[in-house]
């Protein structure tokens, strides 16, 4: 096993489609072909389930998918880290939440493009971890949902409408709009994002009010990671409440508004102590990022 291996794995396990890993990792597609069987022939398994359009992950391929992430997670932590020591640059450590990689694909390659004397280390928490972890100092800025330590400084980043998020063979999926006080939702499996900057008493509120009848027997998964969320859909086991054009690259997931109009928002906080300059231009630079990727509706 190799890192090369586990990078056309990811890749994969990103796109469902190892044309695509190809195209973006600047390879030829029997490169990612013959990595994946090599990674299975090695530890005797079978990765992926092949679909007509596209491959989705078995409970083998989930395991080495969340290993492999944690593996290059860490070792681009350690490549930063001697890089910084090397060459003596500035390091910001940055916390993100899942919900922040599938909004803002490119911010951190973006930034470090206009200032490649900043390194940013980037790591992935739920959160209530990454608002404790900016209160103590460990991170100096996190992009997730609205802290509710009231002494972190904190900006908006984006509003976003909230849609039901299903399977394009569901027969949701045909309707204009949901209505949650109807009775369109109280059979639906759903798989929720529990990380979600919807601020959990309403959203638990609502679920329970509107769409659970008070047992939330229709919920059957929960995780803090968008991945599995998505998953979940593409393999038709239920529905979610995410962010409108979250999914917009997936050709069988269908967003549908709910009448309602319930809203997420993503916020940036820091805690104001150790932001030195280079802190500060992130800061302004994700601003500008979020309104160049979202602009407001008027």
């Given at each position: 096993m190799t890192l090369t291996q586990l990078r056309y794995f990811l890749a994969t396990c990103k796109h469902g489609n190892m044309t695509r890993a190809a195209t973006e990792l600047k390879v030829s597609q029997p490169s990612i072909t013959g990595a994946i069987k090599d990674l299975e022939r090695e530890f005797d398994v079978v990765l992926f389930t092949r679909h007509k359009t596209r491959l989705t992950l078995t409970k083998e391929g989930s395991t080495l998918y969340y290993a492999a992430k944690e593996v290059l997670e860490k070792v681009g932590e350690l490549q930063s880290s001697m890089k910084a020591l090397g060459e003596q640059k500035k390091a910001i450590n940055i916390g993100v939440s899942a919900l922040s990689y599938y909004l803002f694909p490119d911010l951190f390659s973006s930034f470090h493009q206009k200032w490649p004397e900043v390194d940013l280390n980037t790591y992935n928490f739920g959160a209530s971890e990454l608002e404790r972890y900016v209160a103590s100092g460990a991170l100096h800025v996190a992009v997730s949902a609205r802290p509710s330590d009231l002494s972190l400084h904190r900006r908006p980043l984006l509003s976003g409408e909230l849609y039901l998020w299903t399977h394009r063979s569901n027969p949701l999926a045909q309707k204009g709009s949901i209505d949650l006080s109807s009775a369109d939702l109280a059979h639906e499996p759903l798989a929720?994002?529990?990380?979600?900057?919807?601020d959990e008493e309403d959203f638990d509120a609502m679920l329970r009010d509107t769409v659970l009848n008070a047992d939330a027997h229709n919920v059957i998964f929960c995780s803090n990671q968008v991945e599995n969320i998505r998953n979940c859909l593409l393999e038709r086991r239920a529905s979610t409440f995410l962010i409108k054009?979250?999914?917009?690259?997936?050709?069988?997931?269908?967003?549908?508004?709910?009448?309602?109009?319930?809203?997420?928002?993503?916020?940036?906080?820091?805690?104001?102590?150790?932001?030195?300059?280079?802190?500060?231009?992130?800061?302004?630079y994700t601003e500008e990022y979020a309104r160049r990727r979202y602009p407001p509706v008027s």
């Open positions: 929720i994002y529990r990380e979600s900057s919807l054009g979250i999914f917009d690259q997936e050709e069988e997931l269908v967003g549908i508004p709910i009448v309602q109009g319930l809203t997420t928002e993503l916020y940036i906080y820091w805690d104001g102590v150790s932001c030195d300059e280079s802190v500060l231009e992130f800061i302004r």
